[in-house]
Nanobody, 124 residues
Framework: QVQLVESGGGLVQPGGSLRLSCAASGRTSSGYVLSWFRQATGKEREFVAAISPSGLRTYYADSVRGRFTISRDNAKNTVVLQMNSLSPEDTAVYCC?????????????????WGQGTQVTVSA
């Protein structure tokens, strides 16, 4: 079992930045792909970013590429999502997820563990 707990959400103005963190406990997360998904009110959950177990490979949704950066620290069992140039369209509940896979899955159904999520609101 891997438990995931997100933090760092909040209210930010358009153009601002936020840094989300996800702490993993239980089994070590070093062998897992770690990803971020988001779900806005009334919309389906969507993939945001992922990082391979080694941290050497990353993948981003087109909507966030160039603005968001995902990183991980396997010694601390954490994954971080740095979000810059935020817009109201980024408003959503952001969840981290873990998958014990060799390749990076892009759909939620392929993930084994999920956090509860943290709210990000981008508004003036």
């Amino acid at each position: 079992q891997v438990q995931l707990v997100e933090s760092g959400g909040g209210l930010v103005q358009p153009g601002g930045s936020l840094r989300l963190s996800c702490a993993a406990s239980g089994r070590t997360s070093s062998g897992y792909v770690l990803s971020w998904f988001r779900q806005a009110t009334g919309k389906e959950r969507e993939f945001v970013a992922a990082i391979s177990p080694s941290g050497l490979r990353t993948y981003y949704a087109d909507s966030v590429r160039g603005r968001f950066t995902i990183s991980r620290d396997n010694a601390k069992n954490t994954v971080v999502l740095q979000m810059n140039s935020l817009s109201p369209e980024d408003t959503a509940v952001y969840c981290c997820a873990a998958a014990r896979r060799i390749t990076i899955p892009l759909t939620g159904g392929e993930y084994d563990y999920w956090g509860q999520g943290t709210q990000v609101t981008v508004s003036a």
